[in-house]
């Protein structure tokens, strides 16, 4: 965390969003900076498929899904988990695919929640969709961490 505002205070933003580094708290503000914008594309393709497109918000919110997974990937890929800072467990192929496994599981709790507050509750999809977010925030960014990153030696 001193790392972080240290850099902060420097303004150096480099050292902030793209040096490579093991620092626990400044990977985790990557990520969410990085989920962020992921989010942001998320819930656009929600809403324009939900509102413009005329699909059920449970079909919408699979193909926010992938749009978000991808560009979480490579943002991540670049940002977050880069090789000088953390090794990956698996081959590419295999780390895109325990990527999108994980991610798919987040999927599945997205949708619960949409289900349930949306479904049965009757809150608005977007606003399930923003409590889904953040639970699967946490969750992708600690399995992903646990499961298929591990510190650099």
């Not at 620092?23 to 656009?44: C, K, P, S, T």
């Not at 809403?47 to 899904?65: D, K, L, N, Q, R």
């Not at 977050?80 to 325990?98: D, G, I, Q």
């Amino acid at each position: 965390m001193k790392e972080f505002f240290e850099l902060l205070k420097k303004f150096d933003l480099k050292g902030i969003f793209i040096t490579p580094t093991s620092n626990g708290f400044l990977q985790f503000f990557r990520y969410a900076f990085v989920g962020g914008i992921a989010a942001v594309i998320d819930f656009a393709l929600l809403y324009v498929f939900t509102e413009w497109f005329h699909f059920h918000h449970m079909i919408s919110a699979i193909i926010a899904f992938i749009g978000g997974l991808c560009t979480n990937f490579l943002l991540s890929k670049l940002l977050v988990f880069n090789k000088n800072a953390v090794e990956s467990r698996v081959k590419p192929v295999w780390e895109f695919l325990s990527y999108a496994l994980i991610g798919v599981i987040g999927l599945g709790i997205t949708e619960l929640i949409l289900f349930v507050f949306t479904e049965k509750i009757g809150i608005h999809y977007m606003i399930s969709k923003l409590i889904a977010t953040i639970v699967v925030l946490i969750w992708n960014y600690l399995a992903r961490k646990v499961f298929i990153y591990k510190k650099a030696k």
